[in-house]
């Protein structure tokens, strides 16, 4: 892993920035060029709801390479209360405790490993919210 | 545009070559095939692949295996668009003789996965997908369809058998096809009974890690065999912006734009080759085809109506599951089986009176959908 590679992302993986549709106010994430809804080119900077729900999730027995160590995980789709969906893993969860509808939120924790010398890199995973009382 | 046939298909066994490289293998298939097609000469190259970079840190495969064949002087080249590798490569194929451009060219589909360790092939097929929003979540390709798995089991009710017997008949079709990986039958009991590779899937639901090559010669000269379509689509890249994740929406592109072309609807094929790199992937594609309504298919598998003697035989050889998956050879197997049912030369697979068959490759979560549809003359 290059550190330009991760650096250049770093703003969007740590805040969770996506972008705002200015046509059709879809909420897109990860950024691109331009709305893969209706095409338009202006698109908005914006924050993403760092609270969900699970639509669906499965957990991660056999890893690819770099992962290996955080195996068994859990990998949910996941629908933001401001409507963009994400795809992250699920932490601070036992798989029998997932299930669809699982209210989540989003956390900063550690991604992977390059090797010993390599960058360790960071980003979002999300975890079950525990309400206050 | 003119007719395109198929002159010569050649297989070989899916399995763990461990003495056979990348190209001894492609040379295998690709020399039986051309001994088959009787051309007179070959005038373009295409070269299958979907993992040679990671796995065997080979590129420019086009020129190598050229070489390899002693095909100085045409052009070659590797055709990539992940497990859709072979569709894609068989429509590019089959683009340059119909337009007029090329008489007869060599299609070879070819993976070696046994060389790298699980870890590395899981990494290999993860390239299918975003590299820095969807791998980086640690996903694999099993466990993206594990989320549709889920997904569908719980808007339908479908029942984990229901899904299962997918590859339980997929099992029982590659008994005696001599190029299947796994030619053996699995039941639904043993196949729930296996461990969790992503759950809710289990380890036998999905298709294995194999060697493989595959080969056919397309030529405009008048054959048994006509391509009667080959279409390519392609959906939105992340399943996150998709309306549903559920319709795989390439697919039903694909097929309608095939099914146009060949002029024909979903009742006039005879026997199909699906894309069940997973069993929902599978039972998801017989209902964007257009073979079963949404959410019945798990149930319309499970009814036996796939099997080779059923309304609709699928996966004849035994499919991704049973014959094998190596990769980017996956939609050449697919086509040169099609074939071969229709030429009446699958033996111990053999359909009955087969005049029409449907080949299904796709790429990431049909990402890319790839459909070829042959028809006997």
């Not at chain 1, 068994?72 to 409507?83: H, T």
């Not at chain 2, 390709?141 to 989320?147: E, F, M, N, R």
């Not at chain 2, 072309?261 to 085809?289: C, K, M, N, Y």
């Not at chain 2, 149930?299 to 599951?321: A, I, Q, W």
């Amino acid at each position: 892993m290059s550190v330009p590679r991760y650096w250049r992302e770093i703003k969007y993986r740590y805040r969770l920035i996506g972008e705002l549709c200015t046509e059709c106010g879809a909420i897109i994430f990860p950024r691109r060029s331009l709305c893969p809804h209706c095409g338009c080119r202006e698109l908005e900077e914006c924050k993403l709801s760092e609270t969900g729900t699970v639509l669906s999730w499965t957990v991660i027995q056999h890893p690819p390479k770099g992962y290996e160590k955080y195996a068994p995980y859990v990998v949910a789709l996941i629908k933001l209360d401001d409507g963009a969906q994400i795809l992250s893993q699920v932490v601070d969860v036992e798989p029998e405790e997932m299930r669809v509808g699982l209210r989540v939120e989003a956390t900063f924790r550690r991604v992977r490993e390059d090797g010993s010398s390599g960058i360790i890199e960071y980003g979002y995973k999300f975890r079950p919210i525990i309400e206050e009382p | 545009m003119r007719p395109v046939y198929i002159a010569g298909v050649a297989l070989t066994p899916i399995g763990e070559h461990w003495e056979l490289s990348l190209r001894d293998l492609a040379c295998e298939a690709a020399l039986k095939a051309l001994e088959k097609a009787e051309v007179e000469r070959i005038d373009a190259l295409y070269v299958s692949n979907m993992g040679a970079a990671p796995l065997q840190s080979q590129l420019h495969l086009g020129a190598l295996m050229a070489d390899a064949l002693g095909l100085y002087g045409l052009p070659a080249m590797r055709v990539e668009a992940a497990q859709a590798s072979g569709g894609v490569a068989v429509h590019e194929a089959h683009l340059a003789v119909a337009s007029g451009l090329y008489d007869s060219v060599l299609v070879i589909g070819v993976e070696k996965m046994s060389d790298a360790l699980p870890q590395e092939v899981r990494s290999a097929l993860a390239m299918a997908e975003d590299q820095e929003y969807t791998a980086y979540t640690g996903v694999t390709d099993v466990g993206l369809c594990a989320l549709l798995h889920r997904l569908y089991m719980e808007r339908y009710e479908a029942e984990p058998e229901e899904v299962a017997a997918l590859a339980a008949i997929s099992h029982e079709h590659a008994v005696g096809c001599p190029h299947a990986q796994y030619p053996f039958r699995v039941s639904v009991e043993r196949i729930l009974s296996s461990p969790m590779e992503a759950d809710p899937i289990h380890m036998l639901e999905c298709s294995g890690i194999g060697d493989g090559a595959a080969a056919l010669v397309l030529t405009a000269d008048r054959g048994d065999v006509e391509i009667a379509a080959s279409t390519v689509a392609v959906d939105h890249f992340f399943l996150t912006e998709r309306s549903d994740p559920l319709t795989l929406e390439a697919v039903g592109t694909a097929s309608k734009r095939a099914y146009e072309r060949a002029g024909i609807s979903p009742r006039d094929i005879d026997l199909v080759e699906l894309h069940d790199s997973t069993t929902i992937i599978g039972i998801l594609s017989l209902e964007e085809l257009g073979f079963v309504e949404k959410g019945f298919g798990a149930r319309y598998v499970s009814e036996g109506n796939v099997r080779r003697d059923g309304e609709l035989p699928v996966n004849t050889f035994g499919g991704l599951k049973a014959r094998g998956n190596p990769v980017g050879a996956t939609g050449i197997y697919q086509v040169a089986e099609i074939a071969l049912q229709l030429l009446g030369e699958a033996g111990r697979c053999q359909v009955e009176d087969a005049e029409v068959g449907l080949a299904e490759n796709l790429g990431g979560v049909a990402s890319t959908a790839t459909i070829t549809i042959l028809r006997r003359h």
